[in-house]
């Protein structure tokens, strides 16, 4: 069983910076691709960004693109998601999703329903 554990959350000043850690384990030599969802008090968990097995490809939502930045490391089984010039509006729960790898195509999608494994969830606040 896939597991991830999201890391790197906490409290930052508007324009500030913040890299998160999402480690899996149970992931064996399996690829997978990865995707960072948020959600906001009293919002509907939102995409944020993807990036695909190899790290080929990332994605990003309109909110974020130009500030965030997705990468990994596969040799340590781990996606990062940088974060800067960040705004109140950043603040969420953010969390880490993953999805194994169902064929040798490089591809990622920033879609909730399209990931099979979720972590518990990071807390990022933005506040002066």
């Known amino acids: 069983q896939l597991q991830l554990v999201e890391s790197g959350g906490g409290l930052v000043q508007p324009g500030g910076s913040l890299r998160l850690s999402c480690v899996a384990s149970?992931?064996?030599?399996?690829?997978?691709?990865a995707g960072w969802f948020r959600q906001a008090p009293g919002k509907e968990r939102e995409d944020v960004s993807c990036?695909?097995?190899?790290?080929?490809?990332?994605d990003y939502s309109d909110s974020v693109k130009g500030r965030f930045t997705v990468t990994r490391d596969n040799v340590k089984n781990t996606v990062f998601l940088q974060m800067n010039n960040l705004k109140p509006e950043d603040t969420a729960v953010y969390y880490c999703?993953?999805?194994?790898?169902?064929?040798?195509?490089?591809?990622?999608?920033?879609?909730?329903?399209?990931?099979?494994?979720w972590g518990q969830g990071t807390q990022v606040s933005v506040s002066s």
């Open positions: 999703a993953a999805r194994r790898a169902r064929t040798l195509l490089e591809v990622c999608v920033r879609t909730q329903e399209w990931f099979d494994y």
């Open positions: 990036i695909s097995s190899t790290g080929s490809i990332a």
């Open positions: 149970g992931i064996g030599s399996d690829y997978y691709a």
